[in-house]
């Protein structure tokens, strides 16, 4: 497997929406969980969305919990994030990750991964 590479980042409106994309190199058919974090400087990796492969669950943020929507199409290699009404405190730099852990508990601990992309700025601003 190859490393997992994000695209689809850049500037958007408030209220606008944007499509992440990460190709997961073939970790989609092997990873217990795929997810999505973001961090702006300073501050740390915050879980934003998580997808476990068994079963198909789905956890969010609170704070994107109706915004957002994590998907995976294993035929196309490609973990999605797709973001609506969108708000500039969405703005950060956003990573996938793969390989994650089995216990929807922990969803949101980024450590539990072991795959990681590079990452997307997504600028939401005026």
């Known amino acids: 497997r190859g490393p997992l590479a994000e695209s689809g980042g850049g500037s958007v409106r408030p209220g606008g929406s944007r499509t992440l994309f990460c190709a997961t190199s073939?970790?989609?058919?092997?990873?217990?969980?795929l997810g999505w974090f973001r961090q702006v400087p300073g501050k740390e990796r915050e879980g934003v969305a998580t997808l476990y492969t068994s079963g198909g669950s789905t956890y969010y943020a609170d704070s994107v919990q109706g915004r957002f929507t994590i998907a995976l199409d294993d035929a196309k290699n490609t973990l999605y994030l797709h973001m609506t009404r969108l708000k500039p405190e969405d703005t950060a730099t956003y990573y996938c990750?793969?390989?994650?852990?089995?216990?929807?508990?922990?969803?949101?601990?980024?450590?539990?991964?072991?795959?990681w992309g590079q990452g997307a700025q997504v600028t939401v601003t005026l």
């Open positions: 073939g970790y989609g058919s092997t990873s217990a969980s």
């Open positions: 990750a793969a390989d994650g852990p089995t216990y929807g508990s922990k969803w949101s601990w980024a450590h539990e991964f072991n795959a």
